[in-house]
């Protein structure tokens, strides 16, 4: 099973390749990250994989922690998913993934969440006193529908520049990302979650 080191090892040879395959465009300039049936994707994570592609195309993950990585970096444009959460089976149920965005071998990258905070932005950055310190841009509460239902996220990145929009209303931007060219992962983050759409779609195109 491969590393994380070596799923960024591969996004970093990916990247002086060229971008995407274009297996499948939905629409004019979009490629479906899934095009490929997960080909070109990777998992941090070790045994039975979570993530499972179902015949009518939807990305399954039941509760795990780690991420699911395609295979190539990504410079500016932008991204599109649909995401949702089983309907809730008893009451205080927490909702929790997450995107990566210009992840590299040496950073983080920047997240956003999915779920009860959706469209937050959040990154881990080295003080002035060479401790973590968490950066985090909220976004307005409300803007994710009831689990059961699907949401449109879309991630517009330019330079280092990152807009968020949920449901078609902004949800965040954060302009400090440490790189202008990175991998895009999914997050596992302890629920299960489903995904139909990945798409992605070059500035300008």
Known sequence: ?????????IGFAASVLGGPPAASQPQDSWHDLLGRDLRDWSRSGSGPSPWQLSSDRVLVCAPANEIYVP?????????????????????????RAGLRVRKTVDTNG??????????TISTTIIGSSDREKLIEVKAPQGLAKPAGQWNEVMVRLSGRTM????????????????VDIGLIALEADGSEVE???VWWKEIGK
Do not use: Q
Request: proline share 2%.
């Open 163 to 178: 807009t968020v929009i949920v449901n078609g209303k902004e949800a965040a931007t954060y302009d400090r990302c440490e």
């Open 71 to 95: 295979e190539w970096e990504f410079g500016d444009g932008t991204l599109r998913i649909e995401y949702k959460f089983p309907r809730d089976k008893g009451k205080n149920v927490v909702h």
């Open 1 to 9: 099973m491969r590393t994380l080191l070596t799923i960024l090892g």
């Open 195 to 197: 995904y139909r759409t």
């Open 110 to 119: 920047c997240k956003v969440s999915l779920g009860d905070d959706c469209g």
